[in-house]
């Protein structure tokens, strides 16, 4: 913790460039930090957002400029030394130690405290980690392993070692990705504290309504150049999207396409898994766009996975087109013309060491086998007109999908789930880590779909997608169906009040 | 500002013991102790335990290491070729020299070098662990029966002392056995080295992150299994009447037997230190009556494999009930 | 793994098979000139005797090993197949169903393997470590370390004979691995296998059971087994029940030298072929020497830590040899070069 007053610079990148080869990751980067604010950082994927960061926190040095601290210039030759001098990088994925205990967790690499006999304080390291988690304003029991915590108290976990660094720029990378409205909530309210503690916190996001109610300043990178910056009362929406991507998008997105709601083509009745969900019914009819919303840890994808096969529900029923199924593996529900796409898609949807046309073969291969042998011809010209179709962006079908940007990656996915041409189609966060360009050619895509009659079951996190795509939005909490909405009544505060528990609505 | 509601305490004392890696081979082992001293005749004998005791002694102080490698994330299966040689050097000196006790520390120096060898493949030039360490078991044992193929040593009662010797009325390897058990329990419960061991193995990268120097903990855990090696050597020539050069071979398919015996996980970052320890005797143990019910010693091997598959079946269950439970 | 532009997949993958064959013709090419009398067409085709067990059941194994899988009791499994095939016969079984009772026993065999491993999910170096010990197990229980022989003379001819120059063991090799090439390559099935090894939880998002993959690779396998097993009694004229000891090193350090890498989803047929050529004939060439045939272990292992250190650095060396172009390392969207994750955090898929 520091005196300094608020609005004074702590930290500043000072023409920061980084090259690799003749490309420039970011470029000519000129941005301070102050004392006791919370700036957002914008950008599509791919702007330099993390490699800037990077370099600020000595993950990297830079190939041009220099950072400051305190107005002094210096160099980190390693995160370490970014780490001594009040930098700490709160990233994404968990980099915490399942089966060690939180206080050993919140310790790190510290030297552990030593008692007169020699051995291990370790009295003292939970006392401190208690403090500091005090000073978060939480309370957990410090011998509790890592792993049996909720990922927002995992989260918690991560900053509370920050802390323990005495960290006075926490650059917090999409923070909550994995956390539920009211974590996020107590998140930010924690975020709060520090920055009243006068530290800096910087949110990278793709989540632009978290950037306006929580961060004090904004600053935008596109192409690895920093496009704009300022208090965030001299943007809007719109104008921070245009600084993003460079055009003019008014709304996420328009539907254009009006469709008639078609027959009933999934019913779901009564579907329980003890524990998981239960007693889920709704009916989703063809050329509809039924969203699926909630919490995370509300069951939605366990539902999804329920639906397909994947991990089968005890007790209900599942109706295709009028005819009950019972689906025990995923083959069988893609034989009933249900095509699903996973939640992860680098861990569940895509093999990333192959091509792109391997990739989008694979979920239907039977389609490309002639006379016993999987034709190479016949599968490239289908993975050619994907391409085409789904607007892949990449310079050869020959290329590991590991090299693929998100979004590309993400409509190599939609191209080879839809290669059966499934009537029933679940999504399962279609459009997360997808940069903005990228997600509007996916709802286009999915509003495709149901012009062509198909029923679609959107499941999101981000109420913006749901509220523009969705006909109806279905809601769950703690595994229950609480509510599902028509058109008219599909809003933020319905959604979130329902996704909360606090209102129930069925028809 | 709110306070999150903290995980429920309601793990009982009993209920973390009984969710402790190795509890299961514990209840295994008590089992087995009781049902043996009932069922099989002299098995609960001083003469006989105090030999069982001898006979897990070079296994034991092995599988220690080994086990720490296990925890550590990686895997060793180079240790029979390991003290093969490392038996045949110390024989050498020992006999040569007429000092066994220098012929040890050489034989120390050159179990550091192996274990280095195994580290630096590992480590630094990136070859996966199983691929490292079965490349310098064949390399090693190749090289012993080059060098030593046709030579049957018998060794002088001197440099037999390791295995044959007793200090304080208690046998030398048990002694050696104690010393390297205290080691370890020590370094894992009080060094730095023990917690770095546990956050490699369990997530190597935000070990990384965190500053922790990765691959040297690594590499000291291929040394430590030399070193192991080098102490398990002088007890097996101590032990073995004639030694040829292809002695120890499918020792370490024992070890590994021990450590997954003894419920440490081969994925990494879960185990602990008594784990090897239960494995070790457990497997002295059942081989132990099994010869003394008169079983020929040609079934050892499919005992063994009984053994460990049961386990195995055995691990594989109790998971995927846990699984479901959390 | 460094991102190559267009169709540089395709030719860093036959660069390294290329490479393994150049390195096979270069192998024999200095041996004939180094060693007297080495190269006579007759004496390599017999060298290739010996061959076959171990080539036969490296198909297997590479079946195994790109599913992600590992198996160390094929050895153990020789021996019990040696066993089966001697005492059923020696017991009174006309050949040609003792034979049969051979490839029951490695099928079977192999089937528990994959049962076990499948069913329970259990680790493959753990199970396969007790049927290691299980399989050698029963071998020595039932022969009791006895040698059995005296087989009839067309059965010896299978093992010995030649049809033309050609041995009939390295015919039944040449076939099979043709068999499993085609298999792994352009089947359904073998897409599938890949498919298990590089990322099970996706095949199984996509439709396919990665369970029933893994016990059809090791049964497979363990019909493999049961092959060279029939053909080593051919060959040999004898059935003992310590066959096969230490060669399940030898059969996976020709995978990986043939360029399967063991965390699955990498490999190919005719790289382990090559690769199972190259290491058995160098120990060939030194035997024929006369240096002491203890050097090939010391190879073998040699040979295994290089091959892994190639494979893994084959990109740099195909950019040093001018036949692939650096142009486009492989780059995050935001031109890192480190692979770090921007987007959603997940937990990592288990094989």
């Known amino acids: 913790m520091n005196n300094a007053p608020p609005g004074t610079v702590a930290y500043a990148l000072r023409n920061v460039s980084k090259r690799f080869g003749p490309v420039y990751a970011c470029h000519d980067i000129d941005l301070e930090f102050f004392h006791g604010e919370t700036i957002g950082l914008a950008g599509e994927n791919g702007a330099g957002k993390s490699t800037s960061m990077k370099c600020l926190a000595g993950w990297m040095v830079p190939s041009a400029g ?362 399962d966060e279609p459009t997360r880590g997808v940069d903005v360009g990228a997600k509007s050619e996916i709802y286009a895509l999915i509003e495709q779909l149901v012009a062509d009659g198909k029923a679609v079951l959107l499941i999101s996190s981000e109420m913006e997608e749901l509220i523009a795509l969705a006909d109806r939005v279905a809601v769950m909490f703690e595994g229950r169906l609480t509510a599902i909405y028509d058109k008219p009544d599909i809003n933020q505060e319905t959604i979130g009040s329902a996704a909360s528990g606090q209102m129930t609505h069925v028809q | ?63 220690l290491a080994v086990n720490q490698i296990i925890i550590a994330g990686e895997i060793d299966i180079s240790m029979g070729s390991m003290v093969a040689v490392l038996a045949f050097i110390f024989a050498g000196i020992s006999e040569a020299t007429g000092m066994p006790w220098l012929a040890m520390a050489i034989t120390l120096a050159c179990g550091g070098a192996f274990g280095s060898v195994n580290g630096v493949l590992a480590t630094v030039l990136g070859i996966p662990a199983i691929i490292a360490t079965l490349g310098t078991l064949m390399i090693l044992r190749g090289a012993l029966l080059i060098g030593a193929g046709s030579i049957t040593l018998y060794a002088s009662e001197a440099t037999r002392i390791f295995g044959n010797g007793r200090i304080v009325g208690v046998p030398v390897e048990v002694w050696i056995f104690l010393g390297v058990f205290v080691y370890f329990a020590l370094l894992a419960s009080q060094s730095r080295y023990g917690r770095r061991v546990l956050a490699v193995g369990g997530n190597a990268r935000a070990a990384r992150d965190i500053g922790i120097p990765v691959n040297a903990v690594r590499f000291w855990a291929y040394v430590q299994v030399g070193l ?99 | 793994m460094s991102g190559l532009s267009a169709s540089t997949n395709w030719r860093r993958f036959k660069f390294g098979q290329l490479g393994l064959l150049a390195l096979f013709i270069g192998e024999i090419a200095l041996m004939s000139a180094l060693i007297p009398g080495y190269f006579s067409l007759d004496g390599l085709l017999f060298a290739s005797q010996g061959f076959v067990e171990a080539g036969i059941i490296a198909l297997g194994m590479t079946l195994v090993i790109v599913a992600g899988g590992l198996d160390i009791s094929v050895g153990s499994l020789l021996g019990l197949v040696v066993v089966a095939v001697g005492y059923s016969s020696h017991a009174g079984l006309p050949l040609p169903f003792a034979m049969v009772v051979g490839l029951l026993a490695g099928t079977a065999g192999g089937a528990l393997n994959g049962s076990i491993i499948a069913l329970l999910r259990m680790n493959p170096l753990v199970v396969t470590l007790g049927t290691f010990a299980l399989f050698r197990g029963i071998a020595l229980a039932i022969s009791n370390s006895l040698a059995v022989s005296g087989f009839p003379e067309w059965f010896q001819f299978l093992g010995q004979g030649t049809i033309g120059i050609v041995p009939i063991p390295l015919i039944v090799l040449v076939i099979l691995a043709v068999v499993f090439h085609i298999l792994l390559t352009q089947t359904l099935f073998g897409r599938v296998v890949y498919a298990v090894g590089s990322n099970a939880l996706a095949t199984q998002f996509s439709g396919r059971d990665p369970d029933r993959i893994r016990l059809a690779v090791y049964t497979l396998q363990g019909f493999l087994v049961g092959v060279a097993g029939i053909l080593y009694c051919a060959r040999v004229s004898s059935a003992r029940g310590t066959e096969g000891l230490g060669l399940e090193f030898v059969v996976i350090t020709m995978v990986i030298f043939g360029g399967a890498r063991i965390t699955g989803g990498h490999g190919s047929i005719t790289g382990t072929v090559l690769g199972g050529l190259i290491i058995w004939y160098l120990q060939d060439g030194i035997s024929f020497a006369g240096i002491r045939s203890d050097w090939g272990l010391v190879i073998t292992g040699l040979f295994l830590l290089a091959g892994v250190l190639f494979n893994e650095n084959r990109n740099a060396l195909g950019v040093m040899f001018g036949l692939l172009t650096d142009r486009h390392q492989s780059r995050d969207d935001d031109g890192s070069n480190t692979h770090e994750k921007q987007e959603e955090s997940h937990v990592e898929s288990t094989a």
């Open chain 2, 1 to 63: 500002m709110s306070s999150s509601s903290a995980a429920v305490q309601d793990h009982s004392l009993l209920k973390q013991f009984a969710a402790r890696p190795d509890f299961p081979a514990l209840v295994f082992l008590l089992v087995v102790f009781v049902g043996f001293s009932l069922f099989v005749p002299s098995f609960w004998s001083l003469g006989n335990l105090v030999n069982t005791m001898r006979q897990t002694a070079p296994i034991a102080i092995v599988a």
């Open chain 1, 66 to 427: 220099h950072i400051e601290v305190d107005g002094q210039p210096v160099r980190f030759g390693a995160p370490r030394d970014a780490e001594l001098a009040g930098i700490a990088v709160i990233p994404q994925e968990l980099d915490l130690f399942p089966e060690l205990p939180v206080y050993e967790n919140i310790h790190g690499n510290l030297k552990w405290p030593r008692t007169r006999t020699g051995t291990f304080d370790r009295r003292q390291v939970r006392e401190a980690a208690r403090n500091v988690l005090s000073l978060l304003g939480v309370s957990l029991d410090v011998n509790v392993q890592v792993k049996e915590l909720s990922p927002a108290n995992q989260k918690l976990v991560q900053i509370a070692r920050a802390i323990n660094l005495d960290a006075r720029l926490l650059i917090m990378d999409e923070p909550t990705a994995a956390l539920t409205e009211l974590e996020s909530d107590r998140l930010f309210h924690v975020i709060n504290d520090l920055r009243a503690q006068g530290r800096t916190i910087v949110h990278i996001t793709h989540k632009l309504d978290e950037i306006f109610d929580h961060c004090d300043r904004v600053a935008v990178l596109r192409d690895g150049e920093l496009v704009a910056q300022g208090a965030i009362s001299e943007f809007d929406a719109a104008t921070l999207i245009l600084h993003m991507v460079g055009r003019k998008v008014s709304r996420l997105y328009e539907r254009r396409i009006s469709v008639p709601r078609g027959p009933a083509m999934l019913q779901v009745e009564h579907l329980s898994k003890p524990g998981v969900f239960s007693d889920i019914s709704f009916t989703l009819h063809g050329g509809e766009i039924l969203g699926l919303a909630g919490l995370i840890g509300a069951g939605r994808s366990e539902l999804a996975h329920a639906l397909v096969g994947f991990d089968p529900a005890e007790t209900g029923r599942i109706k295709v087109k009028g005819e009950p199924q019972t689906f025990l593996h995923v083959r069988q529900s893609m034989e009933k013309s249900i095509g699903y796409l996973p939640e992860e898609r680098r861990s569940q949807g895509l093999h990333l060491p192959y091509s792109v046309s391997w990739n989008t073969s694979f979920a239907h291969l039977e389609k490309f086998v002639r006379g016993g042998f999987v034709s190479r011809r016949a599968e490239h010209e289908f993975a050619a007109r994907s391409a085409r179709e789904f607007g892949v962006k990449t310079a050869s079908l020959d290329m590991e999908v590991s090299l693929l940007s998100g979004g590309n990656q993400q409509k190599v996915l939609l191209a080879k789930v839809l290669a059966g041409e499934p009537e029933i189609v679940i999504l």
């Open chain 2, 228 to 326: 192991c090696c080098a102490l398990a050597a002088p007890v097996f020539v101590g032990q073995v009447a004639a030694m040829t050069a292809n002695v120890g071979a499918g020792f370490e398919l024992k070890v590994i037997a021990t450590v997954v015996l003894g419920g440490t996980s081969l994925s990494g970052g879960r185990g602990t230190v008594l784990a090897p320890v239960i494995g070790a005797v457990l497997l002295s143990l059942i081989l132990n009556a099994t010869a003394l019910v008169r079983l020929p010693p040609t079934f050892e091997s499919l005992i063994l494999g009984v053994i460990i598959l049961i386990s195995v079946a055995f691990i594989g269950v109790r998971a995927r009930h846990q699984e479901r439970a959390s």
